[in-house]
């Protein structure tokens, strides 16, 4: 009990809304996140190809509040998007792999608009809006010894190892060639979402919680420095162009919550005594 009070003062912004809060909860979390890196530069460079998968979005914690009708809910937690590309050969065929791996911690703070809203279980929309921090961030490059389609850009920087016919450029054999580093990031990036979620209490003072979203980064996620050498075609396995991340997140939690303004009933068929 003083745990759940204490934590409702720290987050207090939450319950200083005009009317009562009816639950409080406090819980884990732990998801997948499915990301997309839209870059202007990868798509019109040939030598990549899109590729879908999913990462982990390890763990974090949350904390909701629950008015009669909306409610809000703020989770910290860590997550890892980027988008990982095919690189094939110039005529098609797959070489390797371009990775691109992003993890931040961020706090995202989401507003529910309850559509189902029971005493056991909730179904709401959701959107919301945070920060991240970096807290790490690289891509690299691994492929194998073939003949690729350098972009004409970048023919000018290619080492000597890299031999140019034709028909494209015979390229050495690479692994984990570390072509963007921490530093060529930006520190910081703000995040937009919407989705649903669901809230199911399963036993007395427990809820599992179900929050599926779309999200958006807002900002362009690598440094200005880096820009401006991709811009002067410095970066052999990187064209110029416009970034920004996007990714669908599932995530699933489970939560200790505490009805605070429980409405008191009368027994059905209470008469008042009149007074004679």
């Known amino acids: 009990m003083r745990f759940f009070v204490l934590v409702s003062f720290i987050c207090g912004s939450f319950t200083s809304l005009n009317g009562q809060p009816t639950q409080i909860s406090v819980g884990v979390l732990t998801g997948i996140t499915s990301p997309y890196t839209f870059d202007s530069g990868i798509n019109r460079d040939s030598r990549y190809q899109q590729r879908y998968q999913v990462k982990l979005a390890p763990v974090g914690i949350s904390y909701g509040v ?61 959107a919301g809006a945070g920060a991240g921090y970096l ?25 000597s190892d890299y031999v140019v016919e034709y028909d494209g450029v015979i390229a050495p054999e690479i692994k984990k060639l570390e072509i963007v580093s921490k530093d060529d990031f930006k520190p910081f990036q703000f995040f937009g979402s919407l989705g649903f979620r669901s809230d199911w209490d399963f036993k007395k003072s427990w809820r599992v ?28 396995y990187d064209l ?4 920004r991340e996007l990714f669908a997140s599932l995530n699933i939690g489970i939560a200790r919550y505490l009805e605070v303004n429980k409405q008191k009933t009368k027994p059905f068929g209470t008469l008042k005594r009149r007074k004679r």
């Open 66 to 126: 629950d008015y009669q009708g909306y409610g809000f809910v703020i989770t910290p937690s860590l997550i890892n998007i980027g988008q990982n590309m095919n690189i094939i050969n110039n005529v098609g065929g797959y070489e390797g792999t371009r990775s691109i791996n992003m993890q931040y911690v961020q706090v995202p703070i989401g507003f529910k608009l309850h559509m189902i809203d029971l005493a056991f279980f909730k179904v709401s929309l959701i």
């Open 135 to 159: 807290i790490k961030g690289n891509e690299t490059v691994t492929h194998r010894y073939a003949k690729y389609r350098f972009p004409a850009e970048v023919l000018p920087i290619l080492p």
């Open 209 to 236: 919680a179900f929050d599926l979203r779309a999200n958006y980064g807002f900002t362009e996620p690598r440094s200005d420095a880096y820009l401006v050498r991709a811009k002067e075609n410095q970066t052999l």
């Open 240 to 243: 110029s162009g416009e970034r």
